[in-house]
């Protein structure tokens, strides 16, 4: 590992000056539960690291426009304890509890988690079901993208050179809906998503599906929206008819790999089994939300 620069800036003009105007790789560091592994194992060597816990806007969770903003640097158990945010996405709330054990979830923040890009993320799925935008922040000003346009694959995102996630925008909840997530994997805890599955939906007052987002995780370069699969959800009451055009919607477009952990076809089969479980758990929460 050769020298390297540690700035903490306060300020996200001062984050994205430093990350900007840095000659050689300059790096975020939030939790530094994936960056720090990397640097240790000689897979980045960066000559900066900006660290963005000191930031406000990138470690608070607010209420805004009816939704919720809350920063890249929160950690997953701050996420997980905000009881407001918890009520209204606890989708989002259990694939932030998933990530790694009690002292990982005190570190990892979902910005590291999207901005690290692996396939296998587990808040990633749950974002982009919730239609999640995030707010970036660079050299041109700040723009917004939808999470899905974030990880391009595997340890690669849509940032340019001196970008960060300086935030995620939670769109306000209608009535009668909710998310959820869920993921396989072949050990109780503390091991990655072989499969991952996150689902929002809206009911109407008769139990309809008027809106669904789809996404799988895990199985791709990326974490994929699956449109063919939400489609088969709207208009039905979610019954089993409907969650089984749905799984069968996200086993064809899983596209996995085959490893040590599950078999190409393995995965296929339980991409549709994940889909159809989350589905019927967001379901039945969106049946009981206010
Ligand atoms: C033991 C262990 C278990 C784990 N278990 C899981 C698991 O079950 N599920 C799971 O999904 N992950 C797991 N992880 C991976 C890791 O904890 C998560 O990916 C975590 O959310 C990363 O967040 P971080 O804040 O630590 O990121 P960091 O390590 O600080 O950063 C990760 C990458 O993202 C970049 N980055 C961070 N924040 C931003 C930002 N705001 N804008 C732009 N770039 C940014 C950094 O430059 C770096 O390249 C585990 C890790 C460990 C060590």
Same mark, same amino acid.
């Given at each position: ?91 989002? &709330? ?14 990892? &923040? ?41 990880? &391009? ?117 339980? &991409? ?19």
């Amino acid at each position: 590992m050769s020298e390297m620069r540690y700035e903490a800036p306060k300020t996200l003009e001062a984050a994205v000056a430093l990350l900007a105007g840095a000659d050689g790789v300059a790096k975020v560091l939030a939790g530094g539960t994936d960056i720090l592994i990397q640097m240790r194992g000689g897979r980045v060597d960066p000559a900066l690291l900006v660290d963005v816990k000191g930031i406000p806007e990138m470690t608070s969770i607010v209420a805004e426009n009816g939704g919720f903003r809350f920063g890249a640097a929160v950690t997953a158990m701050e996420l997980s304890e905000h009881k407001a945010f918890a009520k209204a996405w606890p989708g989002i &709330t259990e694939a932030a509890m998933l990530i790694g054990s009690y002292q990982i979830k005190g570190r990892a &923040t979902v910005g590291g988690n999207l901005c690290n890009a692996s396939p296998a993320a587990d808040s990633v799925p749950a974002l982009i079901a919730a239609n999640a935008t995030a707010s970036i922040v660079g050299p041109n000003g700040r723009r917004e993208a939808k999470v899905e346009d974030i990880a &391009t694959g595997p340890g690669k995102n849509s940032l340019a050179k001196g970008e960060l996630v300086a935030s995620f925008l939670m769109p306000a909840r209608p009535a009668n809906a909710s998310d959820a997530y869920l993921r396989f994997i072949p050990r109780t805890e503390m091991d990655i998503a072989v499969v991952g599955a996150g689902i929002n939906l809206t009911l109407d007052a008769k139990g309809v599906c008027t809106q669904a987002r789809v996404c799988i995780g895990a199985v791709a370069e990326r974490a994929l929206l699956v449109p063919e699969a939400a489609a088969a959800l709207v208009g039905s009451s979610v019954d089993e008819a409907a969650l089984t055009r749905m799984g069968a919607a996200c086993s064809a477009a899983a596209r996995p790999i085959d490893d040590k952990r599950g078999t190409k076809a393995y995965r296929i089969k339980v &991409t549709g089994v994940m889909a159809r479980r989350a589905a019927a758990i967001a379901r039945d929460r969106a049946k009981g939300a206010k």
